[in-house]
């Protein structure tokens, strides 16, 4: 997958539920969940799906609540593996 940045601004264009990040050139998006065990088995299906694209998110768990933020930090900032992994996760979010 290409590590061309495009920018949080037209990666918020195609995943518009997603958010720029105010200082930094990255998204982000709160998912919740009924109880820690959906928020738990959410993180489980996305860490297997970012280690096959070897892109890891930066995120935090609180138990019903889980924040990401995306950002390719070899790019210095938003590309499309971005984007990608952000649909990822709104397929799989119930």
């Given amino acids: 997958m290409d590590r061309t940045k495009i ?12 958010r720029r990040v105010d200082g930094r050139d990255a998204i982000a998006k709160r998912f919740q969940f009924s109880d820690f065990k959906h928020a738990f088995a959410f993180m489980t299906q996305v860490a297997l799906k970012a280690e096959q694209m070897d892109h890891h998110p930066e995120w935090a ?34």
């Fill in 61 to 94: 768990n609180v138990y019903n609540r889980v924040d990401i933020t995306l950002t390719t930090h070899d790019a210095d900032g938003v590309t499309a593996l971005d984007v990608q992994l952000a649909k990822y996760c709104d397929e799989i979010a119930p």
């Fill in 7 to 18: 920018g949080a601004e037209a990666a918020v264009a195609q995943v518009p539920e997603w």
